[in-house]
């Protein structure tokens, strides 16, 4: 790394000095350099060092004798090893590792992802490549949105007619498709290697179409409001109909029955199990889009549904609709509407922190990852502000998004991927980088407009780590707003596109 030349470093940390001669681990691939300069590494882990650092942030110093690294917990350990792997580079000479001095310390406790395995079918294969690249950019939590009207994608021995009969398609007709019990527990351990912890959806009272397909006892009658059927002129897939897999991507249209006499039992079998299968803390019910469902019955299912979670011992999650309802104490808000809310929209999301809770922000306008770019994107919706380029998904400010909730009534930030447009990994990761460099700054780094935190020095820093994206195969979106670097200097293990 030249002096003056911007460190590879997404999210960028808390306090980063260079200077000094670098470390050199010595001729060979990137990837065996890397290994090395690991393996060789002085590497504290204390619980002592929590008062300092916390249970994720680590110092980090590189000289031209190695690598120390310091943490409280394995998870600093990891995130400090993560800046090394993003600060390996390559002169004439080989493989190198600047000198530098790092402190660094994650501003939010919930740094998260979300995707959407519903509305198209996302394979175990999949969801393990992002969870490695999501963790590379120190986010610690995959939400899986598993359940939508298109698809029930996840196999219950309480239950097992809801996935049978519920998994056979998805949005466009696709093959659709389903995790056992095992291909779960893969992906949570995929996830607990790397630090991170995931969070089941089971979305409710709205979102529910493929439950009537096992359970029509359960399922109101759908609700073709003038949008719906506008999507469906626009988008196709035909008109929702009780019994028949919905393929088409019209949103609000489907309820359960708040009078349905099975459906406490029936919620409480199935939160039941999907608790038992989570080992995180974090249960999340849905709340959204209940267009169909009238008030009382939105307060009644959400509020039943809160209290539910809360007794399987995990922290309930709702989208922030649900602050309109009684939810339990403490339950989290996941904020999806705008950068600037729209009327009504704040008052919900607050509800939540006046009640002992507190927020996720995803603004739609922002880190929703499934808008298209431009106008040209392929893939992708528009009805979040029309495109978002990158600069958008990165100017924003966490605390300033929704009034009167500063930052300590906030968990953290997620990134969304809903799938409607989305199938495919190719598609997939064009639509989640770069953008999801973005999420993890807004999660990790300090508030924008502070020293590093600008669009500037981010595209500088993005634009420096696709030869790492491309050695690791990652097919981002080359978005003209980023000058993209070519190529890691003068490194013998490297092929460049
Ligand atoms: C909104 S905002 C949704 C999803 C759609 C998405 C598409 C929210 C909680 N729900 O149902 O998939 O827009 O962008």
Redesign the pocket.
Known sequence: MLPGMTLPLVPWPSSVVEGGRPHRPGPGTRAEALARVLSDAVRIVSPGLAGELGEEGYALRVDAGGVHLRAAAEAGAFYAERTVAQLLTADADGPLVPAVEVRDVPRFRHRGVML?VA?RFHPVETVEALIERAADLKLNALHLHLT?DQGWRLELDSHPELAERGSSTGVGSGTGGRYSRGDFARIVAHAAAHHMTVIPEFDLPG?THAIGLSHPELAAAPVLSEHVLEVVREHGGGEPTPGEPYTGMA?GFSSLRADAPGLETFLREVIGEIAELTPGPLLHF?G??ALGTSRADYARMVGLASRIVAETGKTPVA?HEAGAADTARGTIG?Y??FVVPEPGHAERARAFVERGGRLILSP?DAI?L??KYDAESPAG?V??NGPTSVRRSYEWEPAAVVPGVAEGGLLGVEA?I???TIGGSETLERMVFPRIASASEAAWSGPLGSEQRTWQEFRARVAAMAPAWREQGIRFFRSPEIPWAEKRTADPGISVE
């Open positions: 959407d509305r939508d979102h949103v849905g959204d889009e989208w996941q999806w509407n739609a929703y499934d808008m919706l009805w979040a969304a809903w799938t409607e």
